[in-house]
C-alpha cells in the first residue's frame, strides 16, 4: 500500500495562515465595548422621568440601544448619588459625565460636547 503524502505549497501556508489571523482578529477586535455606569457622589441629587433619561442620552450621543441598556442604571445613579459618569470597559476610558445641579442636568459628552437640562424648562445650554 502507497502512502499518501502532501506536501504544502508556499500558497497553501499563506492561506491558512491568512484564515487564522482572520478568524483571531474577528474575534478580538470585532469585540462590542462594554459601557459601565460609574455612580459619583455629588451635593444635589434628583428622579428623573425615564423621558428625561432618554433626553439627557440621546443629547449625550448615546444610540437607542445605549439607552435602553444603561438608562436605568443612570437614572438610579442621578437618583441615589447626583452624578454619574459612563466609561467604556476598556481602560475606563470615560465618554460622558451627568451632574445635577438643583433641577439642571449638566451634561459633558466626547461625543456630543456640553449641555444643559433643566427638567422644568427643558434645555438651556445647547451647542
Same mark, same amino acid.
Given at each position: ?39 459619583? *457622589?455629588?451635593?444635589? %441629587?434628583?428622579?428623573?422621568?425615564? $423621558? ?5 442620552? =440621546?443629547? +449625550? @450621543?448615546? #444610540? ?28 475606563? *476610558?470615560?465618554?460622558? %459625565?451627568?451632574?445635577?445641579?438643583? $433641577? ?5 459628552? =466626547?461625543? +456630543? @460636547?456640553? #449641555? ?12
Amino acid at each position: 500500500m502507497k502512502t499518501i503524502s502532501h506536501k504544502p505549497k508556499k500558497s497553501d501556508v499563506i492561506v491558512v495562515s491568512l484564515l487564522l489571523a482572520l478568524m483571531v482578529f474577528g474575534a478580538v477586535g470585532c469585540a462590542p465595548r462594554r459601557m459601565e455606569v460609574v455612580p459619583l *457622589r455629588y451635593q444635589d %441629587v434628583l428622579e428623573l422621568s425615564s $423621558d428625561d433619561i432618554v433626553r439627557v442620552m =440621546r443629547q +449625550a @450621543g448615546f #444610540s437607542n440601544d445605549q439607552i435602553l441598556e444603561h438608562g436605568a442604571d443612570l437614572h438610579d445613579a442621578l437618583a441615589h448619588s447626583g452624578a454619574a459618569q459612563i466609561t467604556t470597559g476598556r481602560g475606563g *476610558r470615560r465618554v460622558a %459625565v451627568f451632574a445635577i445641579n438643583g $433641577d439642571a442636568v449638566y451634561i459633558s459628552s =466626547r461625543m +456630543a @460636547g456640553n #449641555s444643559i437640562y433643566n427638567v422644568n424648562t427643558g434645555w438651556v445650554g445647547v451647542p
